[in-house]
């Protein structure tokens, strides 16, 4: 892939960034010239993702953090500055599954996954925007879902991503006169290890799966991490600097 340098002299944070969509993200900034933060449960988690941007050149850091907490989100950015100088752009990609039917659904699985999908974007995104305010400038994207709009067996993790959106539009509204770009990224079926929990859940082969996605699927393919990283990475790009509160769908068409 031919890419640009949108990036240079930008530090970026990713939260869930030792993984799948997250590592893709941070794989994406860092190759154009982002200095990246990689923050996941672990620094050890991050190694990998790490390992993969300086061999290719770049500049980045494994971070520990439960980002659903607000002394380690405190922790997390106080050492990220403490170590690039500041922050400009943060991605707010951590994020869990515990599905089931409401009858099933015990508060526990509520709980963890309003809790790491949406209560860790507000904690990130207040923490961080003391730095973006006081310099003028930020880019917040965050992780929605095609499952916002409802799916059966995700009543929390729907209700998280649909409260993505709503963080996403109003932080849109109280940022933006501060030089902040604040948007959301709804991707639909994308082939992670995220995804493949959800076949073996539903008792399927996650090959099986992908292939019955792509089926549905307009565009007649599942989507890959690198889908949604280039997306993000055009949103936290100064050559979207008029889009924000938006979420945008990246789902090959499958809107429903
Ligand atoms: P993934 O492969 O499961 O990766 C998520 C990463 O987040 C993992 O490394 C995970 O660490 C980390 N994480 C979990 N809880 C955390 C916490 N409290 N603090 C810090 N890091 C934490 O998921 P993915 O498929 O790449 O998804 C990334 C994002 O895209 C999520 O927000 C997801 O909801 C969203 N999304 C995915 C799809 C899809 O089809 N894959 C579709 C729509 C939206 P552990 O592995 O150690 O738990």
Redesign the pocket.
């Known amino acids: 892939m031919n890419v640009s340098k949108r990036f240079e002299g930008k530090v970026a944070i990713v ?10 993200i941070s794989q994406r900034l860092a190759a154009e010239g982002a200095a990246v933060a990689v ?4 620094a050890e ?1 991050g190694g990998e993702t790490v390992a993969a941007i300086v061999k290719d050149g770049g500049r980045a850091v494994a971070y520990g ?5 607000t002394e ?1 989100v405190q922790s997390l950015v106080a050492a990220v500055v403490a170590e690039f100088g500041k922050i400009d752009i943060l991605v ?6 515990r599905d089931n039917l409401l009858f099933k659904m015990t508060d526990e699985d509520w709980d963890s996954v309003i ?3 949406l209560r ?1 974007a507000f904690l990130m995104s207040r923490e961080c925007q003391k730095h973006f305010v006081a310099q003028k400038y930020g880019k917040i994207v965050s ?5 916002a709009l409802g799916n059966r067996g995700q009543a929390n ?1 729907a209700a998280s ?1 649909a409260g993505v959106m709503g963080l996403t539009a109003t932080l849109s509204i109280e940022l933006g006169p501060f030089g902040v770009n604040v948007n959301a990224v ?10 493949d ?2 076949a073996r859940r539903i008792g399927l082969d996650p090959e099986e799966l992908k292939k019955a996605a792509a089926g549905e699927t307009p565009v007649r393919r599942v ?1 890959y ?1 690198e889908d ?1 990283a280039a997306t993000v990475a055009f949103l936290a790009a100064d050559e979207s600097s008029f889009i924000s509160g938006q979420t945008i769908q990246v789902n090959g068409g499958a809107n429903r």
């Open positions: 939260t869930g960034g030792a993984q799948g969509i997250g590592a893709a923050a996941d449960l672990t988690r953090a439960d980002v659903s907490k380690d707010n990609n951590a994020g869990i599954t809790n790491v999908n860790s992780l929605s879902s095609r499952s993790y991503k709804a991707p639909g079926y994308i082939a992670t290890a995220m995804t929990a959800t989507g991490p949604i």
